[in-house]
């Protein structure tokens, strides 16, 4: 929107709807108004709403055995990927490392996100000895 009397443009917002120059929006960490407010009415009635939820739950009343559920035993965000893999001690084993994982997603051992996560790891380990490496010999250099 544009200020009518000298023609400036107070309109916070480009029109792709991002932010303009000079508008970082709301500061870092601040929160909404509606949920500042949602906040505000619960609290100190977390312990009395639980127990609330459950004896409903306790009753047969399915959302709330849900609710309770959901929290008691969340949906797992990921498991745990067991693979014959060597031990990871030098650069070649990573290398080792790297071919098992490839040969356990090609033989459905582990799926490919599985396989691409624990590949994360290995290259995260080179990268350790990569640098304890370089670590090593700048420590020998200064000392000749």
Known sequence: ????KNGAN???????????QGNPGRPAGSRNAVTRAVE?????EAEGLT?????????????ALRLCLERIAPTRKD????????DLDTAEDAMNAAKAVLRA????EVTPVEGATV???VESFRRALETNELEKRITALEAK
């Open 79 to 86: 498991a745990p990927v067991q693979f014959d893999l060597p």
């Open 51 to 63: 127990r609330k939820a459950v004896e409903m739950a306790l009753e047969g009343d399915t959302t």
């Open 105 to 108: 997603v090609s033989q459905g």
């Open 1 to 4: 929107m544009s200020d009518r």
């Open 10 to 20: 107070t309109d916070p917002r480009n029109p792709d709807g991002t932010f303009a």
């Open 119 to 121: 590949m994360g790891l």
């Open 40 to 44: 505000e009415l619960l609290q100190g």
